[in-house]
T-cell receptor
Framework: QKEVEQNSGPLSVPEGAIASLNCTYS??????FFWYRQYSGKSPELIMF????GDKEDGRFTAQLNKASQYVSLLIRDSQPSDSATYLC???????????FGIGTKLQVIP | DVKVTQSSRYLVKRTGEKVFLECVQD?????MFWYRQDPGLGLRLIYF???????EKGDIPEGYSVSREKKERFSLILESASTNQTSMYLC??????????????FGPGTRLTVL
């Protein structure tokens, strides 16, 4: 069973701080990793994708991938109350068409 | 604007009923997925389809079947609904190959309650 593990939280950070969300995966064959954001009562939407070891930055978001240690992280700089949501980590690839999702980490940004 | 639509937002059925959940996408995507989302368990894949009439089991296919007769439409069928199938059901679509980062677009979800 391929697994993607996340701490369910909640993770509380003050407004303006850096939020750090982490994820580990068990399948060494996984090649692609995704971070989805899901607001309460809404569907997930993609915010970051990472394929290569290292960092990938997009605005206030930075995704980090370390394949040797099998972890993925998402950093949110200058956190805003509007960032309060559940963040889902997903991994897949290696020839598969599907991904495996973690349970999601609930982030609360305190004004 | 890309869109994945699901036939119902809320559905209430009785134990033993046959239930159809419909999903339609307008993005000409090859891949379509059905998930269920439960508190503490996250998103779990039930079935997916990578082409018309093609399907593969996901992680929890028991008690479910699917149908994909047309590229834009993917149906989830509960042959005999049970109370443990009460859940939020999410449909998604994407274009292959997944490894290049093509995202999955999700529908709004159907909250199914089985009494």
């Amino acid at each position: 069973q391929k697994e993607v593990e996340q701490n369910s939280g909640p993770l509380s950070v003050p407004e303006g701080a850096i939020a750090s969300l982490n994820c580990t995966y068990s399948d060494r064959g996984s090649q692609s990793f995704f971070w989805y954001r899901q607001y309460s009562g809404k569907s997930p939407e993609l915010i970051m994708f990472i394929y290569s070891n290292g960092d990938k930055e997009d605005g206030r978001f930075t995704a980090q991938l370390n394949k040797a240690s099998q972890y993925v992280s998402l950093l949110i700089r200058d956190s805003q109350p509007s960032d309060s949501a559940t963040y889902l980590c997903a991994g897949g690839g290696g020839g598969y068409q599907k991904v495996t999702f973690g349970i999601g980490t609930k982030l609360q940004v305190i004004p | 604007d890309v869109k994945v639509t699901q036939s119902s937002r809320y559905l209430v059925k009785r134990t033993g009923e046959k239930v159809f959940l419909e999903c339609v996408q307008d993005m000409d995507h090859e891949n379509m997925f059905w998930y269920r989302q439960d508190p503490g368990l996250g998103l779990r894949l039930i079935y997916f389809s990578y082409d018309v009439k093609m399907k593969e089991k996901g992680d929890i296919p028991e008690g479910y079947s699917v149908s994909r007769e047309k590229k834009e439409r993917f149906s989830l069928i509960l042959e005999s609904a049970s109370t443990n199938q009460t859940s939020m059901y999410l449909c998604a679509s994407s274009s292959p190959p997944l490894t290049t980062g093509n995202e999955q677009f999700f529908g709004p979800g159907t909250r199914l309650t089985v009494l």
